[in-house]
């Protein structure tokens, strides 16, 4: 058996924690079942965002006659644009890989880890396979993968998921989306662009139902003028004949003890189905409770406000804990879990300010609470919401969308949610505020912003009137 000081089961953020051990002098083993940097690397955010500025770049060329620029595509190389995404994709992760096979001070073990007790695991397939290593301390980063919801014949048919859609070399014809969350948004934007028809079948009653009720409105709304959407609704059944999906969806309806059908379906049918419902976290593939690790209802794991987990020197961080699925959360952890293990004292990992984006078309990004959080805690909140087009940036991009700042009676900024060009950047000036600065609006009233920048849309849209409660007359700060 060999024993180390340090293992870590995943080569995502929790390399950022290997690493701070092997600067601290330990012995380090890292288990990885798949392509080493994960999923952000190989499945998620970095090829995918690759792909989507190539849509975003498209985008722009097709827009140019609103600007009385006459231009035109003459052709595009899809498939070499994906295969030069992946092939980027593939060369930074075999880039890790050869680092730390190269190293003296990591041990790399290339299969799936599964506890066999308390702090021991047993690699399963690839040249290690029957392994067992001992550990100290032991950090479980194995993240999740798509999750595929109950839907009656979804075994019989040839779907994708998100891993498979970023290799796709050729766009669908008319591509089915199940799901309606940012991976389905972000997707749906890629091929559309690209000349698929798209539709999209999803339950809540918006498209990005965890985004401010405003923001996911207005996005639904934009999304219904480029694709058919179908919001409210659940597929109930698939079916594949000659080359093409059929999905059937029923109405859905979200109650006090869970969702309930009710109405008459629609039938969608294209040649190729995607499903893209959310995440599930490789839990099931650990082998956790030998190990006295516990997970909640969801498979996700359980841990204390140190991000330590249900065994006595087991530690877990990113997508698998289930806090924020997002990669700068899973770094964000990272950064808590080597400063808990390696530092004097224990600190509870800080979300304040936890922001997001939706790399789509509109771009939609947001922090801090949502509109419908505050009235569902009964807080007294004032907002105002400010559109781009009302800045002289804004006004010459021809930009539509609009940002929405909540704050409390005294000035504290608690959210801000923003659709339109740049969101993810203009976002983060509202984080520092929150995170660094008082968190109050002066933060972003007192700083000066370059005229006439789109940061103005931020500027502006924390300054002048507030309406109290979001209906109450205004409440000036």
């Not at 599930?280 to 516990?294: C, F, H, K, R, Y």
């Not at 609470?369 to 007294?380: I, K, M, T, V, Y």
Request: charged share 25%.
């Amino acid at each position: 058996m060999k024993e180390v000081d340090f293992l870590v089961i995943g080569s995502g953020s929790g390399l950022d924690v290997a690493n701070a051990a092997v600067n601290r002098g330990q012995s380090v083993a890292i288990v990885e079942k798949g392509p080493l940097g994960g999923t952000c690397l190989n499945r998620g955010c970095i090829p995918s965002k690759l792909l989507l500025y190539h849509a975003d770049v498209l985008e722009t060329v097709e827009r140019a006659g609103e600007f009385h620029i006459d231009a035109d595509v003459t052709n595009v190389e899809f498939a070499e644009i994906v295969r030069e995404v992946n092939d980027e994709v593939h060369s930074d992760s075999e880039s890790i890989r050869q680092g730390l096979r190269s190293s003296s001070r990591h041990d790399l073990y290339e299969g799936k880890g599964q506890f066999v007790d308390e702090r021991t695991v047993e690699i399963v397939g690839g040249e290690d396979d029957g392994t067992r290593i001992s550990a100290d301390t032991v950090l479980i980063a194995a993240g999740t993968r798509p999750s595929v919801p109950d839907i009656d014949g979804i075994n019989d048919v040839n779907y994708l998921t998100s891993t498979e859609a970023l290799q796709l070399e050729t766009p669908p014809d008319h591509l089915v989306i199940v799901g309606g969350g940012y991976i389905a948004a972000e997707l749906g934007h890629f091929f559309g662009t690209f000349g698929s028809e798209v539709t999209i079948i999803g339950r809540r009653p918006n498209l990005l139902p965890e985004a401010d009720e405003e923001v996911a409105e207005a996005f639904t709304d934009r999304y219904a003028e480029r694709f058919t959407v179908h919001t409210g609704y659940a597929a109930t059944a698939v079916t594949e004949s000659d080359e093409h999906m059929t999905v059937e969806a029923h109405p859905y309806e979200y109650g006090p003890d869970g969702g309930v059908l009710d109405g008459d379906a629609v039938t969608v049918t294209g040649d190729t189905l995607l499903v893209a419902a959310g995440r599930t976290p490789n839990s099931d593939t650990l082998n956790l409770d030998v190990a006295g690790v516990e997970t909640d209802e969801r498979g996700f794991v359980e841990t204390d406000e140190y991000l330590r987990t249900t065994a006595d020197g087991v530690w877990a961080l990113g997508d698998i804990v289930g806090e924020y699925l997002l990669k700068h959360n899973a770094n964000h952890e990272a950064q808590a879990v080597a400063r808990n293990l390696f530092g004097e004292t224990l600190q509870p990992v800080d979300y304040t300010a936890m922001p997001f984006a939706v790399f789509a078309s509109p771009e939609v990004a947001g922090v801090g609470a949502r509109e419908s959080d505050l009235q569902e805690a009964e807080r007294e909140y004032a907002t105002r919401t400010y559109r781009f087009d009302q800045t002289a940036r804004g006004s010459a991009m021809k930009a539509e969308g609009f940002l929405k700042a909540i704050i409390d009676l005294d000035g504290e900024i608690l959210g801000c949610h923003i659709i339109g060009p740049e969101a993810s950047n203009l976002v983060q000036e509202v984080v520092v505020a929150m995170k660094a600065g008082s968190g109050t609006v002066q933060d972003i009233r007192e700083s000066v912003h370059i005229h006439p920048a789109l940061s103005e849309v931020v500027q502006r849209g924390f300054s002048g009137q507030f309406t109290r409660g979001g209906t109450q007359p205004g409440h000036s700060h």
